[in-house]
């Protein structure tokens, strides 16, 4: 599967008198693995919805791949670009987990989608025939994300993925994204979740107040305490363990970290 | 001291279930603690909160066996998807976060003097004359919080309330609760992030299935930090919890890396 890129350019947006986006240009390559971060309210869900034709710009252009988005529904827009809302539960709507995931595809045309192996992927196997409000909210989000993932689009749209999601659950979709990744799959994240950010992004897109304030390659970020810190963030966990520990080679991925410190003698007795 | 909820050996099904959400759990919840329940997804914090603040069964029906006490005069709920408890009739977030304490009957004066007080308190006093249904969702989340707090609970239940919020906002929201337990109130707390819970609260239960598995401490309990699951991976030794500094007393001074 091949990625396509998306771009906007000059884009504006107003939710009534507040302006949410005040001059926007964005490209992402094909294939790329991209976060937006920035404070809420910052413009960033806005950003992303133009992308599948949910809103559209009072100013500006958005493309995906080489299609116009002005000319296009949503319904279209859904054939190349995978949308994951931050609110599972506004796209979920059947009445078995499995049916609400075969949904898509059916969409597209597909007569018996043969999502068993998603489902699998994403730890919902003993769950398919359950109704999805059956199920905890954050495991409703995984079944979300699965729909859209079997409509195998070549740019994927995620919106706070990991948020409220538990440790087990949030290594599920880390690992579902690094094989998408891998297929070349371009996929432009919302989130807060620096963790996520570390093992899932190439490069990072600040917004602030309606505009891009900054455009970095994730690892060099994540170990710019300074830069993180004038956005009000913290290095995560890898980082701050490889920074203590004076780790080699920059690692921020957590298998990158646990590498680095096999290393490491322990001391068996602590000494006060 | 008396709790203000009291739960003895308390089990909850949601209707229709096969399997109890909730397990012969015993907890109680005094004036100024601020507990957080953590676990997997499915483990019962969420379920917790309701059962504990008397919204399950009474409002989400299902069956509960077991003692429960409730002496709270108020509990205040913040569900973990925020824009269900929109009321939908308010025009503004000022009116939205006024809503809870007008019910209450009291006079407008303190009304509008309690909604105040709870978007100072969340800092979204410059989100008061803004429409809720145009609001991201971090904003939502904080407008959710201080509608539930200008109630005045005695029990006030969050679950993962800075699901949605940045870090500046979620540190902001955490570091609050600690000053809202010391005004009397108890804080009940459903969430994942165990890094900001273990810095707040006072106790921390840990559950799984629907039952409660540790109980005490934050720093005892909450073990399973981003540092500590590093440490073991990585073939670090034992005491847990770990965290950074611990981790930096284990690294035998001869090492190389």
Redesign the interface.
Known sequence: MNGVGARVEGVRYSYGAGEALRGVDLAVGAGEQVVLLGPNGAGKTTLTRLLVALRRPSAGRVTVGDWDVAGRRPDEMARRVGYAFQHADQQLFARSIEEDVAFGPRCLGRRRPAVGALLEELGLGARARLHPYDVPAPTRKLVALAGVLAMEPPLLVLDEPTAGLDHEQRDVVLAALRRRAAAGVTVLSVSHDLAFVAEAADRVVVMREGRIVADRRARELLYDREALAELGLRPPATVEVSVGLGLQGRPVRAHEVVAAMRGIRWREELSE | MTALVALNRVSFSYPG?ERPALEAVSLEVLPGEVIAAT????AGT?TLLLVATGFAPRIVGGTLTGVRTIAAARCGVVF??P?TQLTGLCPTVRDEVAFGPASRGLARADVLAAAERALERLGIAHLAA??PA??????LQ?VVVAAALALEPEVLALD?PA????????DALYDALPGLAAAGAAVLLAT?DLGRAARVATRAVAMADGRIVAEGAPEKVLT????A???R?????PPWPMD?AA??????P????
């Open positions: 279930a676990g997997a997804a499915g969420s973990a998807r824009w803004r429409d145009q609001l991201s969702g971090g904003e904080r993962d699901a949605e919020l940045d870090p500046e906002a979620a994942p399973g930090t981003e540092v699951r590093l440490a991976a990585a073939g670090c030794p950074l981790l930096r007393r284990r690294v035998a001869d090492t190389a890396r």
